[in-house]
């Protein structure tokens, strides 16, 4: 491998081993393990067109192991948004553990020299943590304590919209490991404002999506219409809103109530669809799409709830004892 390569799991590993004492001292988890995880840096058009020839890249995973023992143990597999890994992921992950959940948070952002895409979302591709959550379903998979079958994704924002569409039975054939799937899905406040071919042909498994009904940054108004079609479709599929709530309700770190990102970008008023070749036009113009269309805005808001955090935390709780089947 190149020297550059081995520069960035490096700093990956060094930054990983700083929050796993921090973690530790908190989760009181009795086993933290850092991976790297092999993967690709690629544009939205390549993925679209199942085109892997991307620039290779090692990101990071923490996974932590609730209990010692040599029994297979369920995993909740985490991806951040815009930020990068924040206090909401944390905060779930201290709520996962304590159930008896083993955890995996995905770093995509430092491996590849980022710590936010907020202020110009081009920086990375939509779609690309998509490869990152199938790499790391790859991966522990083959844990020897973690159950393949067991495997629920969550993420939150542009990790959310990851979630939700790996979930596509297509992107999995193009992308995701043979003989693994994921067991459930949790994407929190994902942007549903982009429609892809064939994104009515979902998992079986089941989505469960959570969202601020207040959220100016990324509308829920958008998801309500996907529901609806993968309903229509037959699809295992909820979403569970929450009056008053703005993005990032779950994280304790914001501020109760609505405040401003102001340089943060958003795409609330773009509409796009997929045409052939995987190119991604906006649905208004007809051409493709950029983060320079007028439909980008910036400087919605951000806040905590701390009501619909409790509430979300208990659904989400709930769910996974049933779907995880946990004792």
């Known amino acids: 491998m ?3 390569f081995h520069l960035a799991l490096a700093r990956i590993a060094c930054a990983a081993l700083v929050a796993t004492f921090s973690h530790a001292a908190i989760a009181q988890v009795p086993r933290i393990e850092i991976h790297p995880i092999r993967t690709v840096t690629i544009s939205d058009r390549q993925f679209l067109t199942g085109d892997r ?3 290779l890249v090692t990101v990071g995973g923490e996974l932590r192991i609730p209990r010692l023992g040599v029994d297979k143990l369920p995993v909740v597999v985490l991806q951040h948004g815009s930020g990068g890994v924040g206090g909401n992921v944390d905060r ?5 553990n304590a159930m008896g959940l083993a955890t995996f948070v995905v770093d995509s952002f430092t491996g590849r020299g980022l710590t936010s895409v907020s202020a110009d979302q081009a920086l990375l591709g939509r779609l690309t943590m998509i490869l990152d959550a199938y790499r790391a379903l790859e991966l522990l998979g083959a844990h020897p304590r973690i159950d393949p079958a067991r495997i629920a994704l969550m993420g939150f924002s542009r990790g959310g919209q990851s979630v939700l569409y790996a979930s596509l039975k297509r992107f999995q054939r193009m992308h995701g490991p043979e003989g693994l799937e994921f067991a459930a899905y949790l994407p929190f406040y994902p942007s549903c404002v982009t429609t892809y071919v064939d994104d009515e042909n979902v998992s079986d498994k089941p989505i469960r999506i959570h969202h601020g009904a207040a959220d100016d940054y990324v509308p829920v108004a958008p998801c309500r219409t996907y529901v609806e079609r993968l309903r229509k479709a037959g699809r295992d ?7 008053g709530a703005h993005h990032g309700f779950d994280n304790p770190v914001l501020k109760e109530g609505p405040q401003p990102a102001a340089q943060s970008q958003t795409t609330r008023r773009c509409s796009m669809n997929e045409e052939p070749e995987g190119v ?3 649905s208004a113009t007809k051409q493709p799409f950029t983060y320079q269309d007028p439909c980008v805005e910036r400087g919605p808001n951000v806040g905590y709830n701390a009501a619909a955090h409790a509430t979300a935390t208990q659904a989400v709780k709930d769910f996974l004892r049933s779907s995880l089947k946990l004792n």
């Open 2 to 4: 190149g020297r550059d």
């Open 53 to 55: 020839n991307g620039t």
């Open 92 to 96: 779930w992950v201290q709520e996962f």
């Open 237 to 243: 599929v909820q979403l569970a809103e929450y009056p």
């Open 280 to 282: 991604v036009v906006n």
